[in-house]
Structure formats: structure tokens, C-alpha cells
């Protein structure tokens, strides 16, 4: 394993294959192997010299941060180059959101290929989970006494608990799929090169495995904190224990929150540095830290957005399987049935559910590796790599440490 930090770029070998080598690969183009980036890159005077003009003559380097005249009559400084979805400098809010929408509209073949197959899969096994393994809620009985009503909705609340656990499982199983695949998808949308299933599979395949370790040690680490809060009141009852359990439950609920903010990179770090778990979970908080408010607002807008696409497309599928099934729709305005047992009702809902996912998956995934992007652009200077990388004229050879001028 390699504990060096570093991004081993798309169609690359991962940073440990030609360690010892002792000759840096010099391809920049796009059918072979792209460069290797690390956090320890040499400052920008040390960067290749530009190439020499007709007669031997080498222009002088401008001045870094001008480009020449501004509107004004001052110097204005040069635009970043922008060889795929984003423009390679310190990103804002909005330059990251329309940088994982631009991957989705660039490489929709590629990126709804993966994500419809992965929502389907997942959709069908809920569904069928639904109809023959999950217990049905019972049907609310108007003329339930109040004890009785509480006795149906304590019910109804079990039931619903049960049947969160296996969705909850799929659920990361479709995150685990997505984040493997699209991660590959971004980075090389971000060099501004062509994607096909069979590149983004050949990346992904060797980080499968830690990828699975990663997301198995982040799941037991919030399971374990959020049963330390709430468990102490569980155990004592009565109303003590209930108030207990709500403030037990609000920090738990509090610290997850704080933890996966600083944990968000680690999944880039994983597939793109070929680091372990642990060394993931280190990197991913040395990058976090400083900017954890900034990160938690764009991972909070990025939730909310997605969450609205999920409504605007859910809602009414939602409403059309229930005119569909007539007996769901009296059921529901009768209030003595539970439509989500209909056949009907759930293969319509399941689509909106697909579709949804589909566009949900790219966009969450496409703002977290372009969060880890900034922050490295932000902290290593990894924009001018992946100028070098892209192909972006000025910016010297396209492997670190090639002082060869570019032709």
C-alpha cells in the first residue's frame, strides 16, 4: 500500500505500479497513461521553461497573475485554463454544483448507464422486499379507543423500523456502486477528456476492496455513536430515560454530522490517492480542516438541492400510482388500507424512485470529488498538475519532474 499522498489520474496506474522505475511516463494524450499528481510538487518557478521560438530565442516569462491590459487601462489577470468541466483555480459554490451537472449533461450515455442499472437493481429488490419479506403495517382503525390507537401506531413505528434496515443496506450498496464508477467519470471530465464504461471500470476495479473496508468503518463508527447516545436511556425507561435518550440522541446526532464533514474526501482520497482506510480517513481530515463551515454548507445546499429534484420527480409518480390503483386511492381516502402493498403502487413509485436516483447519484458524487479537487487546488497547487496533465500549453511536461519543454 502506498501511504504517500498523491492522485493517481484516470487511466493511470495506481501510485505504487512504477514506483522504483526511475523514468516518468510522458504521455499526456489521451489514449495512454495519464501522469501521476502529488502534494509535494515543486513551487511554479520550478516548473518546465517554455519552449524557444524560431531562432533559438526564448520568450521571457510574463509576470505571474498579469495577462495584459484590462478594460480600464490597468492589468487584468489572465483567465484559468478550463480544459474540462471546470476552470482549473479555487472554485466557488456555484462553479462546483454546474461542474457536477456539466459531467452529468457531458457523459450522460456514460453516467445514466451506470446509475439507472444501479437504481433498477436496487429498486426491484426493495420492491419485491416489500411485497413478500417486509411485515405489512396494520390498517388504522377509526374506531380504535386511544389506547388502542397507541398501541397500532407503536405497531406501525416497529414495522417501519424493520423495514428501514434492508433499505438502508441497499442503499449504500447503491452509493458504493455510484461513488466507485463516477468518481472516474468526474476526474476525467475535469481534464476534459472522453469517458467510456470500459476506462471507468478498468480505474475503479483495483479500489473496489478498500472502498468496501471504507465504507463498512464509517457505517460502524456512526452505528456505534449513535448507540452510545441513545442506549443509556433505553436501559434506565420511565421518563428520565426518554429525556435522556432525546439529548443522547441530539449529540450523537450532533457529532455524526461534525465527523462525516470531516470524513466527506476520504471516499476521492481511496480512489484517487490508493490509499488505505485508515490513511484516507487521516488525509481526508488534514484537507477538512480549516475549511469544515465552508464544506458543511456546500455538502448542506448540495442535500437540499438533491432532495428537491427527488420531490419534483417522486411526487408525481407518487400521485399517478395512486389513481392508478383505485383500491390504493380508496384505501388512502378511506384510511382502512395500506396502498404500498399494490403491485400497482409500487412498480410506479419504483420508477419515479429510479429516475430520481439517476440524476440524484451524479450530482452528490460529482460535488464531493469536486470538493476534493478545490481543497487540493486550494492547499497544493493541484491546478497547475492538472494543467500539465490536460495538455494546457505553457504549463511545461505533462509528468512531474519532466523538465522536457512541450513541443
Request: aromatic residues 6%.
Amino acid at each position: 500500500m502506498n501511504d504517500s499522498p498523491g492522485w493517481a489520474s484516470p487511466g493511470s496506474p495506481s501510485p505504487s505500479d512504477d514506483q522504483g522505475t526511475g523514468s516518468p511516463s510522458p504521455a499526456g494524450d489521451q489514449g495512454g497513461p495519464a501522469p501521476k499528481w502529488s502534494e509535494n510538487q515543486p513551487p511554479p518557478g520550478q516548473w518546465s521553461p517554455p519552449a524557444a521560438q524560431p531562432g533559438g530565442q526564448v520568450p521571457p516569462a510574463p509576470a505571474p497573475g498579469w495577462g495584459g491590459r484590462g478594460p480600464y487601462g490597468g492589468w487584468a489577470q489572465p483567465p484559468a485554463p478550463k480544459p474540462g468541466v471546470i476552470p482549473l483555480r479555487p472554485l466557488g459554490v456555484g462553479e462546483i454544483l454546474d461542474g457536477a451537472v456539466s459531467t452529468l449533461r457531458a457523459h450522460w450515455r456514460t453516467v445514466l448507464g451506470i446509475t439507472l442499472a444501479v437504481s433498477a437493481v436496487v429498486q426491484l429488490l426493495q420492491i419485491l422486499m416489500q411485497r413478500y419479506v417486509l411485515p405489512q403495517a396494520p390498517a388504522p382503525d377509526p374506531d380504535a379507543s386511544p389506547s388502542e390507537l397507541l398501541e397500532q401506531t407503536g405497531e406501525a413505528l416497529r414495522v417501519s423500523m424493520i423495514g428501514l434496515a434492508p433499505s438502508t443496506l441497499l442503499g449504500l450498496i447503491a452509493v458504493f456502486v455510484t461513488t466507485a464508477l463516477l468518481t472516474f467519470v468526474v476526474t476525467r471530465s475535469v481534464l476534459g477528456r472522453p469517458v467510456t464504461f470500459g476506462d471507468v471500470w478498468r480505474d475503479a476495479r483495483p479500489r473496489l476492496v478498500p472502498l468496501l473496508g471504507l465504507m463498512f468503518s464509517l457505517t460502524l463508527i456512526v452505528s456505534a455513536i449513535t448507540l452510545a447516545g441513545v442506549l443509556p436511556g433505553l436501559l434506565i425507561g420511565s421518563v428520565a430515560g426518554a429525556v435522556l435518550v432525546l439529548f443522547g440522541g441530539l449529540a450523537a446526532l450532533l457529532l455524526v454530522i461534525w465527523l462525516t464533514v470531516r470524513f466527506s474526501l476520504s471516499y476521492s482520497v481511496v480512489m484517487l490517492e490508493g490509499q488505505g482506510v485508515i490513511a484516507s480517513l487521516r488525509r481526508s481530515a488534514k484537507l477538512v480542516r480549516g475549511s469544515w463551515w465552508r464544506i458543511f454548507g456546500i455538502l448542506t445546499l448540495t442535500a437540499l438541492l438533491t432532495t428537491l429534484i427527488t420531490l419534483i420527480v417522486v411526487i408525481p409518480f407518487s400521485v399517478i400510482a395512486l389513481l392508478v390503483d383505485g383500491d390504493g386511492m380508496s384505501g388512502v381516502l378511506s384510511g382502512t388500507a395500506a396502498p404500498q402493498a399494490s403491485w400497482t403502487f409500487l412498480i410506479i413509485t419504483g420508477i419515479g424512485a429510479i429516475l430520481a436516483s439517476a440524476i440524484m447519484y451524479p450530482i452528490s458524487a460529482g460535488v464531493t470529488v469536486l470538493l476534493y479537487v478545490d481543497q487540493r487546488i486550494r492547499r497544493e497547487a493541484l491546478d497547475l498538475e492538472l494543467a500539465r496533465a490536460a495538455g494546457v500549453p505553457g504549463y511545461g511536461s505533462t509528468s512531474p519532474g519532466d523538465t522536457t519543454p512541450r513541443s
